[in-house]
């Protein structure tokens, strides 16, 4: 029996290392490869695929227990998160126009460093120092992949950067809000709530901002009916990014999770470059190691040392 959990778990982690890293290499070939330049109306599908098949998950395959929204409040904390949500999304694939795969995951890596901050100026929760000195390679590297990285670009980097603070900020505000027992809900009902909402925003901002969106992707499909199975199937490992980090999350612990994590960045960097053989420079990879070490020296010390609350 525990041979079978065992490989369950293994299952899992290669179906999460799998549709993270799927997801990630088919965004940035539709965007820069395949010429499918309308980063918002991706987002969009995302979401819509998301709020489709969380429901399913939940309220027919009965993956995670349904939990209510229990009042007008509670809604309208989801409905800010949402925000933060898809605008951190669409920051991010907006930015892989721009940036090859490998620097967007370098930048990626300092979404701890964002956090820290947002939790001391927001809820006064201060780190221990030597958790705080721990990030200094974190940015350090960045500013390392930065000057060495041969296909920089400057609004791509700061989509990438606002991506990071957005996803990081929207942690922290989640924390806030839904602190209570009776208003914390599993990451799979928070994305049930929140894609539709997402949905709700996107929809009006994909039609303004991405002209004729819906004209252009019916014209490109009858040219090349790939495009809408490229759609379809991206959409749906952007909900499978989400169901298989909750499995995981649920099966295995949050240490294990940390070291999951720091890797699957790393080998999405390598297999991006040998599918996409985009540039890479010595100091570009110098960078990106020093973030992830930054990276995980901040969860040892987040581990042994205890966080202060002003």
Known sequence: MSAAIQWTTVGMVAAWYGSNIGVLLLNKYLLTNYGFRFPIFLTLCHMTACSVLSYVAIAVMKVAPLQSVKSKVQFAKIAGLSVFFC???VCGNVSLKYLPVSFNQAVGATTPFFTAVFSFLIIKKREASLTYAALMPVVAGVIVASGGEPSFHLFGFVMCITATAARAF????????????????NSMNLLLYMAPMAVAFLLPATLLME????????????????LIWYLFFNSSLAYFVNLTNFLVTKH?????????????GAV????????FKNPVSFIGMVGYALTVLGVILYSEAKKRYTSIHL
């Open 87 to 89: 605008f951190s999304v």
């Open 170 to 185: 929207k942690s922290v505000l989640q924390e806030i809000l839904l602190s209570s027992d009776g208003e914390k809900l």
């Open 211 to 226: 002209e004729n969106v819906v004209g252009i992707t019916i014209e490109l499909a009858r040219k090349d009916i790939k």
């Open 252 to 264: 295995t612990s949050a240490l294990t999770l940390q070291v999951l994590g720091n890797a699957k």
């Open 268 to 275: 999405a960097v390598v297999v991006s470059i040998l599918i």
